[in-house]
């Protein structure tokens, strides 16, 4: 045995360093005691109720459902990646397709954990699947959203059979070898399960004829909103990898993934940028000068003081807008330091559409006698969303340490 190695060294990915297991688990156990103060959160709403959060008869939706929809937004990474890579033969991307796919699972199980703690009633989970209200977009994203579950545990589950220890074993050598033959499969289910439910976590919104803030007009059946939740994650999904990747390049001291995939990455979703800025600013446009006047109403109706005011409308836009211009701009995109700020404004644009639509679309009075209710997410709220950050960096840690998510990282790190 070699003592120079950390004690765990046999099971890391072949020619891959690794950092010392003492610093590993010091780094497990900053995230465990973040953990544990989000478990305890989330125990406390499971045994008392939705009281113990900040949500009341006002706000059914809160913080931890914007977060819910943020993660879900920027983990679409997986689909859309995988669907290059396995459905589209875009090569160059192998190398980053699997850490697209172990975020796309920790991000919607993580939602999936929200989830079940908005239930409020969690013995009653199975209700949504054997009473489905066919009426409700609600009953598409709960089939979409656990079959996509079940699809992302099957992209995951060969980076765990691929450790070099389990490899040993014929019968795991071959059951991994033939996950990835059938890949191809499980991408394009993927990806048409997760464009419908993306699709409809947005009509939710659009339908919501009581909610001027909200409503919009459609095509067909489906409301603008729809196409728009799916744009905007096919442009932040891939950008919200890149700088995952990144930041673990920046904590391990490796480097990962090549420039040229990361530059691949941003022209890729740098034009779904393009598409999805143009139709949001068409949207607003038509919502603003259309859609409210039908209903007597105004733009400026919309807003009120600092907390609800119009410039978190612009910044949203203006978070999209800039970055989609500096992308176009060959000299700029090839900068780091310009490519990474700019796809973090793009991440930071998506988040904060999810807030709009999720607390300022209830604050604003749709009644008479109604004003305009203030809504601050207490410490459980904040300590739920915590839970789900600190198990999502555990199990990418994990991952990281033990499975081969980077196929080039041995050969990018040579001597």
């Given at each position: 045995?070699?003592y120079?190695k950390?004690?765990?060294?046999?099971l890391?990915?072949?020619g891959?360093?690794?950092c010392?297991?003492?610093?590993?688990?010091?780094?497990?156990?900053?995230?465990?005691?973040?953990?544990?103060?989000g478990?305890y959160?989330?125990?406390?709403?499971?045994?008392?109720?939705?009281?113990?959060?900040?949500?009341?008869?006002?706000?059914?939706?809160?913080?931890?459902?914007?977060?819910d929809?943020?993660?879900i937004?920027?983990g679409?990474?997986?689909?859309?990646?995988?669907?290059?890579?396995?459905?589209?033969?875009?090569?160059?991307l192998?190398?980053?397709?699997?850490?697209?796919?172990?975020i796309?699972?920790?991000?919607?199980?993580?939602?999936?954990?929200?989830?079940?703690?908005?239930?409020?009633?969690p013995?009653?989970?199975?209700?949504g699947?054997?009473?489905?209200?066919?009426?409700?977009?609600?009953?598409?994203?709960?089939?979409?959203?656990?079959?996509?579950?079940?699809?992302?545990?099957?992209e995951?589950?060969?980076?765990?059979?691929?450790?070099?220890?389990?490899?040993?074993?014929?019968?795991?050598?071959?059951?991994?070898?033939n996950?990835?033959?059938?890949?191809?499969?499980?991408a394009?289910?993927?990806?048409?399960?997760?464009?419908?439910?993306?699709?409809?976590?947005?009509?939710?919104?659009?339908?919501?004829?009581g909610r001027?803030?909200?409503?919009?007009?459609g095509?067909?059946?489906w409301?603008?909103?729809?196409f728009?939740?799916?744009?905007?994650?096919?442009?932040?999904?891939?950008?919200?990898?890149?700088?995952v990747?990144?930041?673990?390049?920046?904590?391990?001291?490796?480097?990962l993934?090549?420039?040229?995939?990361?530059?691949?990455?941003?022209?890729?979703?740098?034009?779904?940028?393009?598409?999805?800025?143009f139709?949001?600013?068409?949207?607003?446009?038509?919502?603003?000068?259309?859609t409210?006047?039908?209903?007597?109403?105004?733009?400026?109706?919309?807003?009120?003081?600092?907390?609800?005011?119009?410039?978190?409308?612009?910044?949203?836009?203006?978070?999209?807008?800039?970055?989609?211009?500096?992308?176009?701009?060959?000299?700029?995109?090839?900068?780091p330091?310009?490519?990474?700020s700019?796809?973090f404004?793009?991440?930071t644009?998506?988040?904060?559409?999810?807030?709009?639509?999720?607390?300022?679309?209830l604050?604003?009075?749709?009644?008479?006698?109604?004003?305009?209710?203030?809504?601050?997410?207490?410490?459980?709220?904040?300590?739920c969303?915590?839970?789900v950050?600190?198990?999502?960096?555990?199990?990418?840690s994990?991952?990281?340490?033990?499975?081969?998510?980077?196929?080039?990282?041995?050969?990018?790190?040579?001597?």
């Open positions: 045995m070699d120079s950390p004690f765990d060294a046999e890391f990915p072949e891959c360093e690794r010392s297991l003492t610093k590993f688990l010091g780094w497990m156990s900053f995230l465990g005691v973040i953990f544990l103060w478990l959160a989330a125990i406390r709403v499971l045994g008392f109720g939705l009281g113990e959060t900040g949500m009341d008869d006002y706000f059914g939706f809160g913080l931890w459902i914007t977060f929809l943020a993660v937004a920027l679409a990474g997986a689909f859309f990646t995988g669907a290059l890579r396995y459905i589209l033969n875009i090569d160059e192998k190398n980053i397709v699997n850490l697209a796919a172990v796309g699972f920790l991000c919607y199980t993580g939602a999936m954990l929200i989830l079940v703690l908005d239930i409020g009633q013995i009653r989970c199975w209700f699947y054997w009473y489905p209200n066919v009426h409700s977009m609600l009953t598409e994203v709960i089939f979409c959203i656990t079959c996509y579950c079940i699809v992302l545990i099957l995951f589950v060969p980076l765990i059979l691929e450790n070099r220890q389990l490899m040993k074993n014929r019968f795991i050598h071959a059951l991994a070898h996950f990835h033959v059938y890949m191809p499969i499980f394009g289910i993927g990806a048409f399960l997760s464009t419908f439910h993306q699709g409809s976590l947005g009509g939710m919104y659009g339908v919501l004829f001027p803030y909200l409503f919009r007009e095509f067909f059946i409301p603008w909103t729809f728009l939740f799916v744009l905007s994650a096919v442009a932040s999904g891939p950008m919200f990898t890149v700088l990747c990144t930041t673990m390049e920046k904590l391990s001291g490796r480097m993934v090549s420039w040229d995939v990361k530059q691949l990455m941003g022209r890729i979703a740098g034009t779904m940028l393009i598409v999805y800025t139709f949001k600013c068409l949207d607003s446009w038509y919502w603003a000068v259309d409210l006047t039908m209903q007597g109403l105004t733009f400026d109706d919309m807003f009120y003081g600092w907390i609800y005011g119009k410039w978190l409308f612009w910044a949203e836009h203006l978070l999209l807008i800039v970055p989609m211009f500096v992308l176009m701009k060959k000299n700029l995109r090839e900068k330091v310009v490519f990474y700019m796809m404004l793009v991440c644009s998506i988040t904060l559409n999810r807030y709009l639509l999720t607390v300022q679309g604050a604003m009075p749709v009644m008479p006698f109604d004003a305009w209710q203030t809504y601050a997410p207490n410490w459980v709220e904040w300590a969303c915590a839970l950050f600190a198990y999502s960096a555990m199990a990418l994990l991952a990281y340490r033990y499975t081969p998510i980077f196929p080039q990282e041995a050969e990018l790190n040579k001597q």
